[in-house]
């Protein structure tokens, strides 16, 4: 298993994936750097420290959905070919005809892939938010918590990506994958136009879509996680519920305990799929 | 448990509408330098997938080391003392060859203070010593398949599995396997060679068994299977045609 995840770390490193993505999120970093440094001066007269930083939280939460949707992508885009490559090449014989169970070929790219992606997340998470301390003097309430929200929607993603790869070719695992994903977050916000409405019909399509792939509902606790409290106690209206860059409450507790269970869950279901797969 | 290093009852393999294998039953004696053989497409690669827990069989049983296929457990287990070369050999090719050597060290288990005297020796045998450190992907076909034989060869495996070994391999590299194999005779290990090419069979082979469209025609020690005024082509083109 083991064996496994280093190669997922070896393979990263030497395609150059990893070196890519340092340097993009460099880019990134500094551009939106260079963006949160002109708040200040967004009218000709200036704005004072408090609205630079209730502008500079607001930006933070368009910041974070950039890298949310980054490592979706990332997630959906090294797991779907990770199986699906190796058997098809040939490559996946060689290994598997080894003492070596299915499950642990497949949990050692699972947490492989976890690896390089909680990597990403640390590196390219941290270093935003130390530029934007360092630039506009702004901090986000509960910087922590909207990490472990976001690498749990990497997660999840990571882990259907994964499941699909021990059936699908990458090309078509993928799709799926960020098909669902898109459907999610649209769904995320249909729930949110029925809570505004007070529509118990369309509420429960946003809940049901949030059970079945929880990305979106992560999401929503990360950007609860970046909004400051008085910003919530300030927004109401049927508009901000149904806004995806808002959110007034955390994820419930259950909700976070199915996330995790669907993780396992959805796993459950690639080691079965494999088990049964010929190569 | 058969103490035989292979035995098959009536194996049998469908892809649907399509049979790979029908009731594949032989016996590979440990020791011997087993030839299976049979054209494209008999069910040589299908019976082997079958026999290293690749593929699942439809019917029927196999042991391989004395461990049966269905035995989860056993079954990985007993591939411990296995070799295989694929007849479809790709590697990483973003390790070196000595990487990839030290990848199937630590899948088999290898004690680690043995890693460096396998991996050197085993790439002094195919010939590789001096690519040692470049990666895969720079590799000739042939030299994949010179690694991939490495890969098989590692842990000194009481069964070593050659899928078509000689495909990608200049006349010099179908000498050096035949040396291989030779070397492993001598060293008691059984070898399983899946071929086409009978010559090559001929001249490393003691027991042979051909198949065609997944049946064994004829099986037995080579001496017995070639009659004096006749060649292993002779024989087997007499079999599949006579077959058809």
Known sequence: MIVIARLVL????????????????LLAVALTAWGF?????LTPRGLPPDQVRLVASQLVILVAFMFSFVLALSAVFVAAPSVSGETESGIALAVLARPISRASYLVGKWLGLAA???????????????????VVDYQPPRPLEAFAYLYGETLILLTLALALSTRASGMVGGVIALVLFGMAWMGGIVGGIGQAFDNEVVTHVGTVTRLVLPTDGLWRGAVW???????????????VAANPFFASVPPPA???????????????????SFSRREV | MSDAAVETVDLAKRYGRITALVGLTMRVERGSIFGFLGPNGAGKTTAVKLLLGLARPTSGDATVLGARIYDGRAHRESRRRVGYLPELFRYQGWLTAREVLAAHCALLGLDRARWDAAIGGTLVTVGLASRADDRVQTFSKGMQQRLGLGVALLGEPELV????????????????????????????????????????????????????????????????????AETLEDRFIALVEGAR
Not at chain 2, 165 to 177: E, I, K, N
Not at chain 2, 192 to 219: K, M, P, T
């Open chain 1, 116 to 134: 390089l992606l909680l990597l990403y997340a640390t590196g390219s998470i941290a270093l935003e938010l130390i530029a934007v301390s360092l």
């Open chain 2, 161 to 228: 599995v050659l899928d078509e070994p000689t495909s990608a391999l200049d006349p010099v590299g179908r000498r050096d396997v035949r040396e291989i194999i030779h070397a492993l005779k001598a060293r008691g290990t059984t070898v399983f060679l899946n071929s086409h090419l009978l010559s090559e069979v001929e001249r490393v082979c003691d027991q042979v068994a051909i198949v065609n469209e997944g049946r064994v025609l004829a099986s037995g020690p080579l001496a017995e299977m070639v009659g004096p």
């Open chain 1, 225 to 239: 996680s970046l909004e400051p409290a008085l910003f919530i106690a300030a927004a109401r209206g049927p508009a």
């Open chain 1, 10 to 25: 070896v393979e990263a490193a030497r395609r150059r994936l990893v070196l890519a993505v340092i340097v993009l999120t």
């Open chain 1, 37 to 41: 440094s002109r708040i200040p001066t």
């Open chain 1, 254 to 272: 259950p909700f976070l305990v199915w996330s995790a269970l669907w993780i396992a869950a959805v796993l459950a279901l690639g080691l079965w």
